[in-house]
């Protein structure tokens, strides 16, 4: 098992970071959106706030280190990168699948980051499927344990399971048991997809049985069934490029959760790459907004890499507050110069 779940890993970070694994016409939709410019912001640069809590966990950015890997050999050393670099940069950071922690103890060191980020949110990860798979709230209290997380993520995928080689496909009377979850553990449980967006409706039914926050993980970014069809056979193969364009555009997502989430938290991503993008993702509602992909490559290499791309997306997140007048995180959600362009 352990070798299997090595190689697996190992596999989807090379193709992520050396293959085409994004669709060729859909975007995050956040393209459709711009900002009137304020020329007269009535505000000091260096007075721009960017705080904001995860969970009641206080951070200096609204940033999020989407969940990416673990249970690898390599992702220790992208996994302590991306630690180190929340850490000194304030931004919470959100672990890979943690089954392989509870599977194989060779690949438990790659999900031990406190010690590196002492005082970030680290959120634990699972994917939802595994509910029907042999996971109870056991399983789940020894991640949370291990990792010293301060959330439980649940991720759903339903394409990506039915293109891999491995996949899980039953995902029958889910919804009864994350409320179980939800009401078993400690910590808060979200909920996040993978690359092709959540519908309101699907948020509020998530949110009525006590999830405690939602990433919409929309469409426009890395599409994992593309990553499959890198690892599976050729039928699966053909199935999955029929699907390079499938899912909820990010922007698209966002607005069609964000009604139903009253005061709990919400996290934007799913193909975003600049501040701007996050800003636009703010003005639409986010509360956080998680980088990935955009981020992996850096953490092959170093920390400090890391770090100063975070400080660029932070800068540039500063400099649209900035230009639209906005003192804080929440006077940014709550500006009305974001536009639709007229196309």
């Given at each position: 098992?352990?070798?299997?779940?090595?190689?697996r890993?190992?596999?989807h970070?090379?193709i992520?970071l050396e293959?085409h694994?994004?669709?060729?016409?859909?975007t995050?939709g956040l393209e459709?959106?711009e900002?009137?410019?304020?020329?007269l912001?009535e505000?000091?640069f260096?007075?721009?706030n960017m705080?904001?809590?995860f969970?009641?966990?206080?951070c200096?950015t609204?940033?999020?280190?989407s969940s990416m890997?673990?249970?690898a050999?390599?992702?220790?050393?992208?996994?302590?990168?991306l630690?180190?670099?929340?850490?000194?940069?304030?931004?919470a950071?959100?672990?890979?699948s943690?089954?392989?922690l509870i599977?194989s103890?060779?690949f438990?060191p790659s999900?031990?980051?406190?010690?590196?980020a002492?005082t970030?949110?680290?959120i634990a990860n699972?994917?939802a499927?595994?509910?029907?798979y042999?996971?109870?709230a056991?399983?789940c209290r020894?991640?949370?344990?291990?990792t010293?997380?301060d959330a439980?993520?649940?991720?759903?995928?339903?394409?990506?399971?039915?293109i891999?080689?491995?996949?899980?496909?039953n995902?029958?009377?889910?919804?009864?048991?994350?409320?179980?979850?939800c009401?078993e553990l400690?910590?808060?449980?979200?909920i996040?997809?993978v690359?092709?967006?959540i519908d309101?409706?699907?948020?509020k039914?998530?949110?009525?049985?006590g999830v405690?926050?939602?990433?919409?993980a929309?469409?426009g970014?890395t599409?994992?069934s593309?990553?499959?069809?890198?690892?599976?056979?050729p039928?699966?193969?053909?199935?999955?490029?029929?699907?390079?364009?499938?899912?909820i555009r990010?922007?698209?997502?966002l607005?069609l959760v964000?009604?139903?989430m009253?005061?709990?938290?919400l996290?934007?991503?799913?193909?975003?790459h600049?501040g701007?993008?996050?800003?636009?993702c703010?003005a639409?509602g986010?509360?956080f907004?998680?980088?990935?992909r955009?981020?992996?490559?850096?953490?092959?290499?170093?920390a400090e890499?890391?770090?100063q791309?975070?400080?660029?997306?932070?800068l540039?997140l500063?400099m649209?507050m900035?230009?639209t007048?906005?003192?804080n995180?929440?006077a940014?959600?709550?500006t009305d110069?974001?536009?639709?362009?007229?196309?």
């Amino acid at each position: 098992m352990g070798k299997q779940l090595n190689d697996r890993k190992a596999q989807h970070i090379q193709i992520v970071l050396e293959e085409h694994v994004t669709g060729n016409a859909i975007t995050t939709g956040l393209e459709r959106y711009e900002f009137l410019h304020n020329a007269l912001p009535e505000l000091s640069f260096d007075d721009i706030n960017m705080e904001q809590n995860f969970l009641n966990k206080s951070c200096k950015t609204p940033f999020l280190v989407s969940s990416m890997t673990g249970g690898a050999d390599f992702a220790e050393t992208i996994n302590r990168n991306l630690a180190f670099a929340a850490e000194q940069r304030g931004w919470a950071l959100a672990l890979g699948s943690t089954r392989a922690l509870i599977e194989s103890k060779a690949f438990r060191p790659s999900f031990a980051l406190r010690k590196y980020a002492p005082t970030a949110p680290i959120i634990a990860n699972l994917g939802a499927v595994q509910l029907n798979y042999g996971f109870s709230a056991d399983e789940c209290r020894q991640i949370i344990d291990y990792t010293d997380a301060d959330a439980l993520v649940l991720h759903i995928n339903v394409l990506q399971e039915v293109i891999q080689p491995e996949g899980n496909t039953n995902f029958s009377n889910l919804l009864c048991k994350i409320e179980k979850l939800c009401n078993e553990l400690s910590v808060p449980v979200g909920i996040k997809e993978v690359g092709w967006g959540i519908d309101g409706q699907t948020a509020k039914k998530l949110l009525d049985i006590g999830v405690s926050f939602i990433d919409v993980a929309g469409a426009g970014g890395t599409s994992w069934s593309q990553v499959e069809k890198y690892r599976t056979t050729p039928i699966k193969q053909q199935a999955a490029a029929a699907f390079s364009e499938w899912g909820i555009r990010t922007a698209d997502s966002l607005q069609l959760v964000k009604p139903h989430m009253n005061d709990k938290l919400l996290v934007a991503s799913g193909g975003l790459h600049t501040g701007v993008d996050a800003a636009k993702c703010i003005a639409l509602g986010a509360d956080f907004v998680g980088f990935g992909r955009a981020i992996l490559e850096e953490a092959t290499i170093s920390a400090e890499n890391v770090f100063q791309t975070m400080e660029v997306r932070e800068l540039e997140l500063r400099m649209a507050m900035f230009a639209t007048g906005s003192a804080n995180i929440r006077a940014l959600q709550q500006t009305d110069r974001l536009q639709k362009i007229n196309s």
